[in-house]
């Protein structure tokens, strides 16, 4: 519930409507309950209340009214000028996204209301590592009991329920006959496009009799019904020049059914899509900044997947090189960050996706992820991010800026060259991108690693610690980098400290960020730093200078022996002066 006046506020009762007041009229309300000595006092502060009130549904903080009855307004400064400091504060800290709200009385007393978003299904939130709940004024440990029973919780399919008032008069027939068609292509059932629309409708569980469900309203509903009973399923396109660009220059509201806003979503993104041409040898073509297979696939994504109980809307940002598609909802229970490409999760809106993916529009449950890295990477663009989602929203970030046209030629040719069933996966694509970035071979995935080393796509260069994964032989052939290859296979220790050492000659000092720099090419991150630690043990560098601030210089080896090597030099051409081997001058 949105508070949008104080005269609201005072009409509310604590436990009933889920509202907390604090008096705070100095402002001096703690945040994280700073040095208080008991868990019990630190817990009544901003961050205690906002998990508290997240685990039980949702609710409301509010500073500057006095919380006995009757509720007097006595103004308060808590986070005078700071609220959208506040918002990012409790975001960075618990990943709850609050809303902080200034209101004003007739007399100008300021009041504060943090509105705060119920938990995710499944989810608790916890401070100092104790899940907390509101039992009237106190903040205490939440029972055993009521934990298991969270973190058990399903979430519901919203698709599956029936959309109360809604006819079969105000589904879309050109929808339908999109879906019939998709159906029947892909499950090879001609015989299903002659079916008349209520019973295609009842055979995919999308119409119960005399009853239709939200998952038809969604994909076949006529834009006046979608207005009418689900206006937040609608999707939102914007259009901005550059990323730091806040106000959008174009904006485009579908609020269609699914099965013709797919292509119009994509003919309107497709007119401001760029692309990058190729030619190596006989292989000539172009990589879009966008994929037409990717974009899809995000968006599917999204509409099959967002929490249609939120009031938020699927945002599709478009900008030159780069494009952010944002639903409402977190991950799927049971998908994270860390296991995106590996789990099988549970849908959250299972009707809704069975149809999409029996009509073909998305892949096989848990696939839809798997193409957008395949297809980014394969393109040679960076990998797909979705590190900004969190429990409330997903948000995926993809770039159509090509890093290597020789790497896309490369996995473009391999793939070619196979037969369907021996193609490279996903995950071995994300292998061989790895490696061609140089990261260190610890964090690349070992089953793909071996499998690509024993098909010769990779080679390892160097012993024990210094040993590095680089990509085959093959690979700089075929794009013409053989002396790039020479490189990597002869570069060895030695030469490592001497360009070290070359570096620190020319500008008297030097940093760990630039030697990683200057090895990039031939060293991992964590190569170079023990490279540099060693040099440091051997007395060839001195260090000065703790965390980022660390600065090394010549030790005095190494100014030893660059006295000893310039002496050298001097000897040796004096030599050959005596010997006539140089002109005179």
Request: hydrophobic fraction near 35%; glycine fraction near 8%; charged fraction near 30%.
């Amino acid at each position: 519930m949105s508070i949008e006046t104080i005269a609201e506020l005072i009409t509310l009762k604590e436990t009933e409507n889920k509202v907390e007041f604090k008096e705070a009229k100095g402002g001096n309300f703690s945040y994280n309950g700073g040095s208080r000595g008991s868990p019990q006092e630190r817990r009544r502060c901003i961050i205690g209340y906002v998990t508290a009130f997240a685990n039980e549904g949702g609710g409301h903080l509010v500073f500057g009214i006095h919380d006995a009855h009757p509720h007097k307004i006595v103004g308060t400064t808590q986070c005078s000028g700071a609220i959208g400091k506040l918002e990012q504060d409790i975001y960075r800290d618990t990943k709850i996204r609050i809303v902080a709200t200034e209101l004003f009385d007739e007399n100008n007393l300021r009041v504060l209301v943090v509105s705060i978003p119920s938990r995710p299904a499944g989810k608790v939130y916890k401070f100092e590592d104790v899940p907390l709940m509101r039992v009237g004024e106190e903040l205490l440990p939440m029972s055993d009991e009521r934990y298991l029973k969270i973190i058990n919780e399903q979430d519901p399919d919203f698709s599956d329920k029936i959309c109360e008032g809604l006819t079969i008069e105000e589904l879309d027939t050109n929808a339908i006959t999109k879906l019939k068609d998709a159906y029947s292509k892909k499950q090879d059932n001609p015989q299903f496009v002659s079916l008349s629309n209520e019973q295609a409708l009842s055979d995919l569980s999308l119409v119960k009799g005399n009853q239709i469900t939200y998952a038809a309203l969604i994909l076949v509903g006529k834009e006046s019904a979608i207005k009418k009973f689900l206006p937040q399923s609608v999707v939102h396109l914007e259009y901005r020049n550059t990323l730091t660009q806040i106000n959008f220059d174009n904006r485009q509201i579908f609020s269609e059914p699914y099965f013709i806003t797919i292509d119009r979503l994509w003919d309107l993104i497709n007119q401001r899509n760029g692309k990058v041409p190729v030619q190596q040898g006989l292989f000539i073509f172009d990589i879009p900044f966008f994929n037409k297979e990717v974009i899809r696939e995000a968006v599917n994504n999204a509409i099959a997947h967002r929490d249609y109980r939120k009031a938020s809307e699927v945002v599709i940002k478009q900008f030159p090189n780069e494009m952010h598609v944002i639903n409402p909802g977190g991950f799927p229970q049971g998908v994270t960050l860390q296991n995106l490409l590996t789990v099988n999760s549970t849908p959250r809106n299972r009707l809704l996706s069975d149809v999409l993916a029996k009509t073909g529009v998305v892949e096989r449950s848990g696939q839809g992820v798997d193409k957008i890295f395949y297809q980014s990477i394969s393109e040679a663009k960076p990998e797909p991010d979705y590190s900004k989602s969190d429990d409330f929203q997903v948000e995926l970030r993809l770039s159509g800026i090509v890093e290597d046209k020789a790497f896309a030629l490369f996995i473009r040719q391999i793939q070619q060259n196979r037969k369907d069933d021996e193609k490279l996966s996903v995950q071995e694509i994300i292998a061989l991108n790895h490696i061609r970035k140089g990261i260190d071979k610890g964090e690349i995935d070992t089953t793909s690693l071996r499998k690509l080393e024993k098909e010769g796509l990779v080679e390892r260069v160097g012993k024990t610690n210094s040993q590095r994964i680089i990509l085959s032989k093959e690979y700089f052939v075929f794009t013409g980098k053989q002396g790039e290859y020479t490189a990597e296979k002869s570069i060895d220790t030695f030469q490592i400290g001497t360009m070290i050492m070359n570096h620190i000659h020319e500008f008297g000092k030097g940093k760990m960020g630039e030697f990683e720099t200057l090895l990039q090419r031939f060293m991992t991150r964590a190569q170079v730093k023990y490279t540099v630690t060693k040099l440091v043990e051997q007395g060839m560098l001195d260090k000065k200078g703790e965390g980022r601030g660390t600065e090394y210089f010549a030790g005095a080896r190494m100014m030893e022996g660059q006295k000893i090597f310039q002496r050298a030099v001097e000897l040796g051409f004096e030599e050959m002066k005596k010997r006539g081997e140089l002109p005179r001058s």
